[in-house]
């Protein structure tokens, strides 16, 4: 037991912390109901009338209190978790929030401030100052125990530890994992059934998780952690302390977290709310690309080909084959005049030249080629008349023939306006153009992999080709950029005025309120939307941070998406390149990112696991070792005290006992106080299973979340946890694609509690040292 551990601490500390948490709670409703009311008021001064200053004056107040109040309703729940007593003698309460007296005397401290950050650093040889770090537990607004942890003066303290329930503090972990912050609370959130959505660790995050979590804004982290080591959630708390501490510089670009699927999105969805973050755009890949949602996967071979940055050359010469040239003349009938008006083929082919000289994107080019297109066509019904042009056919001639549907209809066939889905569809489905875009750039077998019919459902695999498209065709966006020089200058005006306006409210020196996010939202016109609204709506929205969870899955084409969202390269990358599953990601992550950020990122590795016990992670480590024998796993923080199951199918009869032992881990649930099952099986398993298991939810749905038993894919599985796992057929998830090895150690540690692995023949190697193997039919039979 090290120095720190928990002792017992009276029942008098038990009381004076409730007083102490009653005050914040009084002091939090007195907050609340100082907010409402200047709401309402705001609200009652009416939408209509007064000057524009009153006018600004109520959008910057009523956005200001509307905040403030949905930040202080986030938190109601464990507000204040910790308290810090310092060798000055000053006792810091650390909680969601911070919260000042009427006096503005500090009542509560935001972990995210400075001060708060001992609460998760300090340690008995480096304590920082802090002679007590106690933890408050709490149902509610109740506080129902206390954790002491001594970090000097045990002397003044004494002892330590008081819980309503009459428990005792837990005992410390001493060994891989080193010494922990709070193990008290720390293992009695761990060993809590899982609920399917993810929950904030604020009271319990460990040291290595804080450096992750206050490490700078500016640069590339690659946060490099084995399963269950709260690599996801130490994330998700970045972005909560990145939105707190740089609340300017965020608040307009805004911060971008992107996850492998939609379930895994909204497993994570009530993290940053917990927090007081609302302001934050979540999606996947495959929502990167305004107007598609792409959930459907790509076969290997597909994938391999789609994320290799060969696409971008294929793309490319994709449009240049686009460009094309007449035969010989064009020639073009007007329909009215009855009449063909022909263009030399040297003179189309000048025009194309002068167009693609220009080095804009295809649909900023065509703009070009096609004044001179006109132009021509214009000269020669002159020249067929045999009369000179004049100044007025000179000046209207073009746009009197661009209004001729023929002459349209021409142009187009020459250089069309093209939309990136228009381009990859057709690229993909043309077997002639699909060929002569990849001439020289990929295979034949690369070349198959692509081809589709043209009605074909988006993947996510598409989604950066899409992207890709989108650049190399652009926008003919004149109109719209004259529109925007004009703006730009009312904007300044309206910036300046609304900087004047937060002065006189007393508001200039505050964070909260950005005038330049100000005069956009409310002057002159300008858009209302939330940052993230407007981000979400916009390919070419450059965020403040971008957040990737799962990045080890990435393609290379996919970087160059998720590059183009940070043009700052401010990022923070969750991964474990041992967890690798998609045949397109990433085998180190100096292959993935020196190709953009070469030396400017930087790692922080998380080396203790939380989630898989370690009965589990023996066997987990095993098959670590045979796909990845240059990673080191990592040091599970507890046992179960249950090692890992073993059940042998007969040939034939696998689905049979999957069945079996999941009914019997469904049962186990019920009788040990609940949580969830999940039965992960090979991808071609999942129908036969899906009839066996008619209580299971199946599928990649948001459903999973709430079912207490789900059977998943090993995709479908990445990302989540669960009390109880039934694995089947590890051999067949080995096989079933070339990162199978992989496949199967992400699908050995979903697990919290329980695992069982059923199997056909003899017994994997890598379980042969734990557990015991049951014979088919039941019965012990050794292994």
């Not at 994570?268 to 107007?291: H, K």
């Not at 700052?568 to 085998?587: H, P, Y």
Request: charged share 25%; net charge negative.
């Amino acid at each position: 037991m090290n120095d720190s551990q928990p002792a017992a601490v009276p029942a008098a500390a038990l009381k004076a912390e409730q007083t102490y948490v009653d005050g914040l709670y009084a002091r939090l409703d007195e907050e609340r109901s100082e907010a409402r009311a200047a709401l309402a008021e705001v609200h009652a001064r009416g939408a209509d009338g007064g000057t524009r200053q009153a006018m600004t004056e109520r959008e910057v107040l009523s956005s200001e209190y509307a905040r403030r109040l949905a930040q202080l309703d986030a938190v109601e729940y464990g507000l204040c978790f910790g308290r810090l007593d310092t060798d000055h003698g000053d006792a810091l309460y650390i909680g969601r929030i911070g919260l000042r007296g009427p006096d503005r005397d500090p009542l509560l401290v935001d972990w995210r401030a400075p001060a708060a950050a001992p609460f998760y650093t300090a340690s008995p040889a480096a304590p920082a100052g802090v002679l007590r770090r106690r933890r408050l537990h709490s149902t509610g607004r109740r506080v129902t125990g206390v954790d002491d942890e001594l970090l000097g003066g045990a002397a003044v303290f004494g002892v330590a530890s008081a819980h309503g329930d009459g428990a005792g503090g837990a005992e410390g972990t001493e060994g891989g994992a080193g010494t922990l912050v709070g193990e008290a609370a720390l293992l009695a959130a761990l060993g809590r059934a899982r609920t399917g959505r993810m929950a904030d660790v604020v009271a319990t995050i460990q040291a290595e998780q804080d450096r992750v979590v206050r490490s700078p804004l500016a640069g590339v982290l690659v946060v490099q952690g084995g399963p269950g080591t709260g690599k996801t959630v130490a994330a998700l708390h970045r972005a909560a302390f990145l939105l707190y501490t740089h609340r300017t510089t965020l608040a307009r670009r805004g911060v971008l977290v992107i996850g492998p699927n939609a379930v895994f999105l909204r497993y994570i969805s009530e993290v940053l709310p917990s927090l007081g973050e609302t302001d934050v755009v979540l999606t996947s890949l495959g929502g990167l690309f305004p107007g598609v949602r792409a959930t459907a996967e790509d076969g290997t071979a597909a994938a391999v080909v789609k994320g290799d940055p060969r696409m971008a050359t294929v793309l490319a010469e994709a449009v240049r084959l686009r460009q094309r040239l007449p035969e010989g003349k064009l020639t073009v009938r007007l329909e009215d005049e009855d009449e063909e008006v022909s263009v030399p083929h040297e003179v189309c082919a000048a025009a194309r030249h002068r167009a693609r000289s220009l080095a804009a994107p295809h649909n900023v080019a065509r703009k070009r080629f096609v004044t001179d297109m006109l132009h021509a066509l214009v000269r020669a019904r002159a020249e067929l008349t045999g009369r000179p042009l004049d100044e007025e056919e000179r000046r209207h001639g073009p746009g009197e023939l661009w209004r001729r549907p023929a002459v349209r209809r021409a142009l187009d066939g020459l250089w069309p306006l093209l939309t990136p889905q228009r381009l990859v569809a057709e690229l993909f489905s043309d077997g002639e153009l699909l060929a002569s875009s990849c001439r020289g750039v990929l295979g034949e077998d690369e070349r198959a992999a692509l081809v589709r019919e043209s009605d074909a459902p988006w993947t996510t695999g598409d989604v950066p080709l899409l992207d890709e498209a989108a650049v190399l065709l652009g926008e003919d966006d004149s109109e719209q950029r004259a529109a925007e020089r004009a703006a730009r200058a009312e904007r300044a005006e309206e910036e300046r005025y609304a900087r004047g306006v937060l002065q006189i409210l007393g508001l200039d020196g505050w964070d909260v309120v950005d005038p330049a996010r100000l005069a956009e939202a409310h002057g002159g016109g300008g858009d209302s939307r939330t940052t993230a609204e407007r981000a979400a709506a916009d390919r070419d929205w450059a965020y403040g941070h971008v957040i990737v969870d799962e990045a080890q899955e990435l393609s290379a084409m996919a970087w160059r998406t998720v590059m183009r969202r940070a043009p700052a390269r401010s990022m923070t990358l969750v991964g474990d390149v041992a967890q690798t599953g998609s045949a397109a990601g990433a085998r180190s992550w100096a292959a993935m990112l020196d190709p953009h950020v070469a030396g400017r990122w930087r790692e922080e590795r998380l080396t203790v696991n939380y989630r898989t016990p370690a009965e589990v992670m023996e066997v987990a480590a095993r098959v670590l070792a045979e796909v990845a024998p240059e990673m080191q796993p990592p040091v599970s923080v507890r046992e179960e005290g249950t090692p890992p199951r073993a059940v042998r199918a007969r040939p034939g009869a696998l689905v049979a006992r999957v069945a079996e032992a999941a009914e019997e881990e469904r049962a186990g649930l019920r009788t040990s106080g609940g949580g969830r099952l999940a039965v992960i099986a090979p991808d071609g398993a999942l129908p036969e299973l899906a009839r066996a298991l008619p209580w299971a939810v199946t599928g990649g749905g948001p459903e999973v979340l709430d079912a207490e038993s789900a059977l998943l894919g090993v995709a479908q599985a990445k990302g989540l946890e669960f009390d109880r796992v039934v694995l089947a057929d590890p051999d067949g998830v080995r096989a079933q694609s070339p990162q199978g090895g992989h496949d199967l150690y992400v699908a050995l540690t979903r697990v919290t509690r329980r695992l069982t692995v059923v199997h056909e023949g003899r017994l994997p190697v890598w379980l042969r040292q734990s557990g015991t193997d049951e014979a088919p039919g039941g019965g012990g039979e050794g292994g």
